[in-house]
T-cell receptor, first 116, second 109 residues
Framework: NAGVMQNPRHLVRRRGQEARLRCSPM?????VYWYRQLPEEGLKFMVY????????ESGMPKERFSAEFPKEGPSILRIQQVVRGDSAAYFC??????????????FGDGTRLSIL | GQQLNQSPQSMFIQEGEDVSMNCTSS?????WLWYKQEPGEGPVLLIA?????ELTSNGRLTAQFGITRKDSFLNISASIPSDVGIYFC?????????FGKGTRLSVIA
């Protein structure tokens, strides 16, 4: 099953530490999206990336959060100096074409981040 | 920013009943998507709608893209216990994918 792969599935960090979340898109997909989901809420867009390019980061906090999608390897969502409010489920999705086209996004099973 | 109003927030139904849920927006979308999410998992795409007025089925699921491009509904016929989960609508336009807050479906056997 060559779906969207995210790891780790669960991540526990203490306040002030760094969290790194990884996402490998579906085979043949070159566009990656990151979303955040709080309990009882829908998913909120954070950032959209192509290989080596950030296309839209309008949903990502300006401080402590960064994302990359290198030429080789998975996409990484990095949260520095984590705080309790960063606790959430972070989902990655991929699609084969650019945003705004008719290609729906397919999601991974998420990383559940807990901050102690 | 764009918002989707999804209703109802939750539903409790008997097995075998039909279910209907809908999504409305103040903005126009080019594509409407319906996803299902189960506990501990990511959203799974159920149906994608690409044209205003389009009616699409996937097994017991039927969804329509509203003619105004500002709404969509999802129907589930003859519900079964494995239909339990959270159903999300999502709109895709010239902005990032926007999600509703979900409809939580519980099926009583």
């Amino acid at each position: 099953n060559a779906g969207v792969m995210q790891n780790p599935r669960h991540l526990v960090r203490r306040r002030g530490q760094e969290a790194r979340l990884r996402c490998s898109p579906m085979k043949g997909h070159s566009h990656v999206y990151w979303y955040r989901q709080l309990p009882e809420e829908g998913l909120k867009f954070m950032v959209y990336l192509q290989k080596e390019n950030i296309i839209d980061e309008s949903g990502m906090p300006k401080e402590r959060f960064s994302a990359e999608f290198p030429k080789e390897g998975p996409s990484i969502l990095r949260i520095q100096q984590v705080v309790r409010g960063d606790s959430a489920a972070y989902f990655c999705a991929s699609s084969p074409m650019v945003r705004g086209s008719n290609q729906p996004q397919h999601f991974g099973d998420g990383t559940r981040l807990s901050i102690l | 920013g764009q918002q989707l109003n999804q209703s109802p927030q939750s539903m409790f139904i008997q097995e075998g009943e039909d279910v209907s849920m809908n999504c409305t927006s103040s903005s126009i979308f080019n594509t409407w998507l319906w996803y299902k999410q189960e506990p501990g998992e990511g959203p799974v795409l159920l149906i994608a709608l690409y044209k205003a007025g389009e009616l699409t089925s996937n097994g017991r699921l039927t969804a329509q893209f509203g003619i105004t491009r500002k709404d969509s509904f999802l129907n589930i016929s003859a519900s079964i216990p494995s239909d339990v989960g959270i159903y999300f609508c999502a709109g895709l336009g010239n902005t990032p994918l926007v999600f509703g807050k979900g409809t939580r479906l519980s099926v009583i056997a």
